[in-house]
């Protein structure tokens, strides 16, 4: 049996190989007032602090000192879970003090989508929201609709002829609905394997794309969850 792993978002469809997702710095000269309510920001401001080894007492501290005003460990705490909005010259600060390059478009609804090992896909529930320390990095991309992006890096050849080895797939948490020919990231409730691959109707099976032919369409037995839909597949030419 196939389960929705999540609800529904119609017709999302996966898009050819792309360039590397947009990553820039934010332009300075943003007015002191202005702020970013992405969501996703608190992405940013926690790898911030990882890549500065620094402590969240340790960067408000810093930023007390830089922007004259209190910024206590409560209020960095805060910044990092999205319960508190990151002013404009706040964000600039903590690029400067942290040296990690704030993300463009945190005024222009850019979403950063964390990218997560194939364990951790697996074993997350439809309901279960993105663990921070479970993610290895986060990926910025200004075109995604609404949803619950995650990104995984492709292992194996099964689907080579869409998504090479290395290369990175992002797909929809929200978006479980099967559509004959298209392409979702599946897992088995019982062992937590987890698979990308076409989905074919009549009989349900999931269908490699690859151009090593002993890979053959797996016939999914016991409890099968839908993790999510591809929207997207990304491979840098290096």
Same mark, same amino acid.
């Given at each position: 049996m196939i389960e929705a792993a999540g609800s529904m978002q119609a017709n999302v469809a996966i898009c050819a190989t792309s360039a590397s997702p947009l990553v820039a710095k934010l332009q300075t000269d943003r007015p002191k007032g202005l702020r970013y309510a992405d969501a996703m920001l608190e992405f940013w401001v926690i790898q $911030? &602090? $990882?890549?500065?080894?620094? +402590?969240?007492?340790?960067?408000?501290? @810093?930023?007390?000192?830089?922007?004259g005003r209190n910024i206590d460990r409560a209020a960095v705490n805060k910044m990092t879970t999205g319960k508190r909005a990151v002013a404009g010259? %706040?964000?600039? $600060?903590?690029?400067?003090?942290? *040296? #990690?390059?704030a993300p463009t478009g945190a005024s222009s609804k850019l979403t &950063?989508?964390?990218?997560?090992? =194939?364990?951790?896909?697996?074993?997350? +529930?439809?309901?279960?929201?993105? *663990?921070?320390?479970?993610?290895?990095t986060f990926l910025g991309f200004p075109d995604l609709p609404p949803g619950d992006w995650i990104a995984l890096e492709?292992?194996?050849?099964?689907?080579?002829?869409? +998504?090479?080895p290395g290369s990175v797939i992002i797909l929809n948490r929200k978006d479980t609905r099967l559509v004959a020919d298209k392409f !979702?990231? #599946?897992?088995? &409730?019982k062992t937590h394997e987890t698979t990308f691959k076409r989905y074919k109707p009549r009989p349900d099976? #999931?269908?490699?794309? +690859?151009?090593?032919?002993?890979? %053959?369409?797996? !016939?999914?037995?016991?409890e099968i $969850?839908?993790?999510?839909?591809? =929207? @997207?597949?990304?491979?840098?030419? *290096?």
């Open positions: $911030a &602090l $990882a890549h500065a080894d620094i +402590s969240q007492a340790e960067l408000g501290r @810093r930023l007390t000192n830089r922007l010259d %706040e964000l600039v $600060a903590i690029e400067d003090i942290t *040296k #990690f390059p &950063l989508v964390p990218q997560m090992s =194939w364990v951790s896909a697996g074993s997350m +529930s439809a309901q279960d929201p993105v *663990k921070l320390e479970d993610a290895i492709v292992q194996g050849d099964s689907m080579d002829r869409v +998504s090479p !979702y990231v #599946f897992t088995d &409730l099976r #999931f269908v490699p794309l +690859s151009t090593n032919s002993d890979h %053959e369409p797996i !016939y999914p037995e016991g $969850a839908v993790v999510g839909r591809v =929207w @997207r597949t990304m491979l840098d030419l *290096k």
